[in-house]
């Protein structure tokens, strides 16, 4: 049996760069979600899993619409091969929890798919839609968890205010993550011109979610103060950039409001939102104590070798 899957151990000295691969790919796929929406091609294939009642694929009927609709759902199987990969990379490797991460990502994608699919048979209802772009969220977060079991530095835990700051500060980004679903839900990108809104006061739902932002900086400030007087200069460190990730989503949110929406400005904020669910991921891992077991990279080694 050791035979056999001996060629698979091939694939360990590749473990980093798939994660790595992994987590792009999740960015990927939410910016190419956007575009989706942002052109009024969700329901370009107007069924699933087929694309229509009589083809799995796309064909000349449905126009540019289907085709920018079907080459989302094929992005999906190239993100489940570097899924795959990345899961199987991780088991040879002998790190269990590596292993257990890279599974939920792998059963992320086909949970994604399934979704996916009920956004199109319920006819993009905004709330089956903003379901499904946050999971997109969360398996960004994930992948930002493996990454830092692979090869994230050594370090001790923060203190407990600092600790605390980092999960008050992911919990308010989560929440301004949410509000802007539900802002996209009630605005005009709903991903077809016929596709139902939530029937909420888009100026009204900006407001509100741009207060939870303004709500999130601030905390973000106060996290970066703490966390650079209490000695935690890693935490400081990552809640720096996070800061720098929400002013500049700030200004992006700000123009896209004034000028009416620009698709081109809406979809960079669909990819900023993406960085910011990562770097609120990071935030809370700079917080919690991570010890290198020389064992695990010793498996590898030894693994790599044969």
């Known amino acids: 049996m050791s035979s056999l899957l001996r060629p698979l151990d091939r694939l360990v000295p590749w473990l980093w760069p798939l994660a790595v691969a992994d987590l792009v790919a999740n960015v990927l796929i939410v910016v190419t979600g956007g575009a989706v929406r942002l052109t009024s091609s969700g329901l370009g294939c107007p069924t699933w899993p087929r694309c229509t009642e009589d083809s799995y694929v796309s064909h000349g009927e449905l126009g540019l619409h289907g085709a920018i609709e079907f080459g989302n759902r094929l992005l999906t199987f190239a993100l489940a091969v570097v899924a795959i990969l990345a899961l199987v990379a991780a088991w040879r490797s002998g790190r269990r929890r590596a292993t257990r991460l890279a599974l939920v990502v792998f059963l992320g994608i086909p949970a994604q798919a399934v979704l996916g699919g009920i956004t199109v048979l319920t006819q ?33 835990a923060a203190p407990l205010g600092v600790r605390r700051l980092t999960l008050v500060t992911f919990a308010l980004g989560w929440l ?131």
């Open 176 to 306: 301004s993550l949410y509000l802007g679903t539900v802002v996209t839900g009630s605005g005009p990108h709903a991903g077809d011109l016929d596709a139902r809104r939530t029937g909420l006061d888009p100026q009204l739902m900006s407001h509100v979610h741009a207060w939870s932002v303004y709500v999130l900086v601030a905390a973000t400030v106060v996290l970066v103060v703490v966390a650079r007087r209490r000695g935690a200069a890693g935490v400081a460190s990552a809640a720096t950039l996070l800061l720098g990730l929400e002013l500049a989503q700030g200004v992006v949110g700000f123009v896209q409001y004034f000028t009416d929406l620009p698709v081109v400005l809406v979809a960079i904020h669909m990819l900023g939102a993406a960085l910011i669910s990562a770097s609120l991921a990071h935030v809370v891992l700079a917080g919690r104590p991570l010890a290198r077991a020389g064992s695990a990279r010793a498996a590898d080694l030894a693994t790599a070798s044969r």
């Open 124 to 156: 993009l209802n905004p709330w089956v839609v903003a379901g499904h772009f946050l999971v997109s969220m969360a398996l960004i977060a994930v992948c930002v968890l493996l990454l830092d079991e692979l090869r994230g530095p050594e370090r001790g």
